[in-house]
């Protein structure tokens, strides 16, 4: 007996349904409903499918955690290194990995490498597109890649039944599906890209995944605010997500997890996007910093610790007169509301004034920390900039800016010192309690422990 059919009203920002059209979803969206056709599921017959399941097979018990066995996981090596330690040390077998980015950040550039490295090394790896033709996909190979393995197999394809089909008979070890955006299954009348029909194609690539016990790297679009597009169960459902991110004007390109059930989430990849696709980045040091010779004014060298390696950037501050009746406060790589409350600490525990001053900073690189180890260069970028004062000395400054003005610790300092002292600096300035952590000195690099802000411009200044 055929499926009858119901129709609902699914927002398409949250994945509400609703029986009628509403003009604003539970969520706050305001005109995101989409009417969409979905099965609907006879009670007696549910009813019935239940019963023969429950006869037709034994019922599975449940087991004390302790006697369950922990096997390790199988890892596939992509042949890139920094993608691997994004990963934890590899894809897992059955997992399913949601890779995100802007149009053209290189998100289908690092995939094609990933798959010619994993298919140079004997697996059968199947590569699904939505959005380009075989040929197109080829072009970008050959650029990317060169000589390419029997192994890669392209299928230009949205029907997620034709999918199922050709992965039974190609048994493929790694399958690639760019986008799920473009992807729809017959089973629902609703167009590709809408809530249903991602949720229903995910939990398909979920069976693909967990069936034949073979990773499984999907694309995803993004919205104009940088999120993920879709609904979150997708999120929910994969076992991964990745954030490509990096700047137009940089070659820079950033590889984040935000989700990793196989490993750590604060682990990132560093690349630069070159002609021939993408190059991992081994030393993120040296590529932030250009020199390490004294800075100038507004300039302070600053680190944080991303996952398992300390990474040093540069902090650039620019302050100029205002214009009648307001001051400009603007920030690139660093939270605007965070520069906020280092310019209230300034004015409050400092002495500074900066209400007739337009304040602009700037992480040199395009690179965004999240750590509040880089508050103490960036109040002391802006000091420099606003008293013109150069610090004649190679100084590296880390440490968190409280409100009362004190310098709280961060951690993994010991290894930041090591670093700054491999790049050659001088000088440090820490937290107190960090320096008495770590001593008065690491190799060449001198470290000074400052207990709140002045102190920390008293060193800086030299005093």
Not at 195 to 201: H, L, T
Not at 207 to 236: M, R, S, Y
Request: neutral net charge.
């Amino acid at each position: 007996m055929a499926k009858r059919k119901k129709t609902v009203f699914v927002c398409q920002e949250c994945g509400y349904e609703s029986s009628k059209w509403m003009g604003q979803c539970i969520c706050g969206a305001w005109n995101s409903f989409v009417e969409e056709t979905v099965p609907e599921i006879d009670a007696q017959d549910s009813r019935r499918r239940t019963s023969s399941r429950q006869e037709g097979s034994r019922v599975r018990s449940a087991s004390p955690l302790r006697e369950v066995g922990t096997g390790e996981y199988t890892r596939m090596d992509t042949g890139i290194g920094e993608l691997n330690r994004v990963l934890g040390g590899g894809l897992v077998r059955g997992s399913l990995v949601l890779i995100s980015g802007e149009p053209g950040i290189g998100k289908s550039t690092i995939i094609m490498q990933a798959a010619s490295n994993i298919a140079d090394g004997g697996s059968r790896v199947l590569y699904v597109s939505g959005e380009e033709s075989e040929e197109q996909i080829k072009m970008r190979a050959d650029r990317i890649c060169g000589d390419l393995s029997g192994n890669l197999y392209i299928l230009s394809e949205t029907n997620m039944e034709n999918v199922l089909a050709v992965c039974e008979t190609l048994k493929p070890g790694f399958v690639i599906i760019d986008s799920i955006q473009t992807m729809y299954t017959e089973e629902l009348d609703s167009v590709p890209g809408s809530v249903s029909q991602v949720r229903a194609c995910g939990n398909l690539l979920m069976k693909i995944g967990k069936t034949w016990d073979i990773p499984v790297f999907i694309v995803a679009h993004v919205t104009k605010n940088g999120e993920l597009a879709g609904p979150k169960i997708v999120e929910h459902l994969v076992d991964c997500v990745l954030s490509f991110t990096g700047e137009r004007d940089h070659d820079l390109r950033i590889l984040r997890a935000y989700k990793n059930r196989f490993g750590t989430t604060s682990e990132i990849g560093a690349f630069r996007m070159e002609e021939k696709g993408l190059v991992e980045i081994r030393d993120l040091s040296a590529t932030f910093l250009e020199s390490t010779e004294e800075k100038p004014e507004g300039s302070v060298v600053s680190a944080v610790y991303e996952g398992s390696r300390p990474v040093l950037l540069e902090i650039q501050a620019l302050t100029a007169p205002a214009n009648v009746g307001f001051s400009r406060r603007t920030a690139v790589g660093i939270d605007h509301q965070r520069l906020s409350m280092i310019l209230a600490v300034l004015e409050k525990k400092v002495g500074m004034t900066l209400i007739n001053q337009d304040v602009y900073v700037n992480v040199v690189g395009g690179l965004r920390p999240d750590s509040t180890s880089v508050d103490l260069a960036v109040a002391l970028a802006v000091y420099s900039s606003v008293r013109s004062i150069r610090c004649p000395r190679r100084i590296l400054a880390i440490g968190e800016v409280g409100l009362t003005g004190e310098l709280r610790s961060t951690g993994n300092v010991e290894k930041i010192a090591a670093e700054a002292a491999r790049m050659g600096y001088e000088e440090m300035i820490v937290p107190l309690r960090s320096a008495k952590a770590i001593g008065s000195r690491i190799g060449n690099c001198r470290v000074h422990g400052a207990a709140d802000l002045r102190e920390a411009i008293r060193i800086f200044r030299g005093e």
